[in-house]
């Protein structure tokens, strides 16, 4: 649920003003940020197989120790915690705390059952959204919609950077979204995971534009 990760950045913004767009999109994309490591590693596997399901071609066969439920929490509670030490803000730290966690759920909606509770466990759980592309393109484009639109409600631009590079970072999003959807599958897992690194351009793209816009009074 690509869009739908950044529609919770997006929407964090309106409870932890104070935090910047580009923390809340790396709370919202760690699981899928550390994923890429642990594949290249060995550590959790994945395969390319086209048609699995309607919205994507990839069978997650093994990655608890970034996409179980119980890592997540951990991750979580991590995350939470550094940002604590980092900004001593409770409020900060709960939201992104949250946000972290948000990404199993957004997750469990989409996915097929191939998440599990827990390293070492056997239960695999997915409502399996994937399985429709017209419900997986209303559901995540109503999702991200509404994500973009309270932050474009909680912050105002200060200058053409602040507006401009807002509305260029959403088109963007929906471009790679979309190539994603209806573009060929990745070459290799290789490949796959290199190219996931690539997302930490679009965490300093968030950092970027929120940067030149201010939260608005409540």
Do not use: N
């Amino acid at each position: 649920m690509f869009i739908g990760h950044f529609a919770a950045g997006f929407a964090a913004k309106r409870a932890a003003p104070a935090v910047r767009l580009g923390t809340l999109f790396l709370a919202a994309e760690f699981l899928d940020l550390l994923w890429p490591w642990l594949l290249l590693s060995g550590l959790e596997t994945a395969q390319i197989v086209p048609g699995i399901t309607a919205a994507s071609p990839l069978d997650f066969v093994w990655y608890p120790y970034s996409h179980s439920l119980i890592a997540a929490a951990g991750w979580s509670v991590a995350l939470a915690l550094g940002y604590w030490f980092a900004r001593k803000s409770v409020r900060g730290s709960i939201v992104i705390g949250i946000v972290v966690l948000s990404h199993w759920l957004l997750d469990f909606t989409a996915h097929r059952p191939d998440l599990a509770l827990a390293p070492g466990l056997e239960g695999r759980y997915g409502l399996d959204l994937w399985a429709s592309l017209p419900a997986t393109l209303t559901v995540e484009l109503l999702l991200f919609a509404g994500g973009v639109a309270v932050y474009a409600r909680s912050t105002v631009a200060r200058d053409g950077i602040g507006k401009y590079g807002l509305w260029a970072l959403v088109a963007f999003l929906l471009l790679c979204y979309l190539a994603a959807l209806f573009g060929p599958p990745p070459p290799s897992i290789t490949a796959l995971a290199w190219g996931g690194h690539s997302v930490w351009l679009l965490v300093a793209w968030g950092y970027w534009v929120d940067r030149h816009r201010s939260a608005t009074a409540k």
